[in-house]
């Protein structure tokens, strides 16, 4: 059964970093960062294809970098530069491919999900 392994949560403070880690059991193409703040719609983060092509959401641009070690299965995702508008429920996401030509950033593009790991960013 595939699955997706996250890690790397916590608090931090406003303009600190964080950097998130997925563990994946098997090779897959496509993989993405979506977060969801209780009581709201998920929001893709960013995504990246089996080329590393990368897309990003406008609101973390220039401060969060998505990236994948194919050797190690791992999914990364460094973030600088946290805004309490930040704080969500960040969960790993990925495609039941191979080899995928993206990237994605709608949640609705993936089709397995790891459980989710918290950040929570004080002002």
């Known amino acids: 059964q595939f699955q997706l392994v996250e890690s790397g949560g916590g608090s931090v403070q406003a303009g600190g970093s964080l950097r998130l880690s997925c563990a994946a059991s098997?090779?897959?193409?496509?993989m993405g960062w979506i977060r969801q703040v209780p009581g709201k719609e998920r929001e893709g983060v960013a995504g990246?294809?089996?080329?590393?092509?990368?897309t990003y959401a406008d609101s973390v641009k220039g401060r969060f970098t998505i990236s994948k070690d194919n050797a190690k299965r791992t999914l990364y995702l460094q973030m600088d530069s946290l805004l309490p508008g930040d704080t969500a429920m960040y969960y790993c996401?990925?495609?039941?491919?191979?080899?995928?030509?993206?990237?994605?950033?709608?949640?609705?593009?993936?089709?397995?999900w790891g459980q989710g790991t918290l950040v929570t960013v004080s002002s």
């Open positions: 098997a090779t897959t193409g496509c």
């Open positions: 990246i294809d089996s080329l590393a092509r990368t």
């Open positions: 996401a990925a495609r039941n491919t191979f080899y995928c030509s993206g990237p994605f950033l709608r949640s609705d593009d993936y089709s397995y």
